[in-house]
């Protein structure tokens, strides 16, 4: 099947140097490194990530509703302050 395939320029430099080194058309070389990057499962890496301390919160979080009223209460303060 004929498609066409866009394919990085550093890609395309290693895939013609292979191909000239086994003395393999471009075509067949493609062909043999995607049929073995799709039977190699990929390896997965894991994700790490260092947690931060945020520091202890300034309101109590165990309620959604009390902390959205608290945040609202915050916001109105704030822009009364500013409209001094």
Do not use: C, W
């Not at 499962?41 to 945020?54: N, Q, V």
């Amino acid at each position: 099947m004929r498609t066409t395939l866009t394919i990085d320029d550093e890609l395309l430099v290693e895939l013609k140097r292979l191909a000239y080194e086994t003395a393999r058309p471009f075509k067949q070389v493609v062909n043999e490194t995607l049929r073995s990057g799709l039977a190699e499962p990929a390896k997965a890496h894991p994700y790490l990530l260092e947690p931060a301390d945020m520091g202890h919160p300034r309101i109590d979080l165990t309620k959604a509703l009390r902390l959205a009223a608290d945040l609202e209460d915050e916001e109105f303060r704030y822009k009364l302050q500013r409209s001094r």
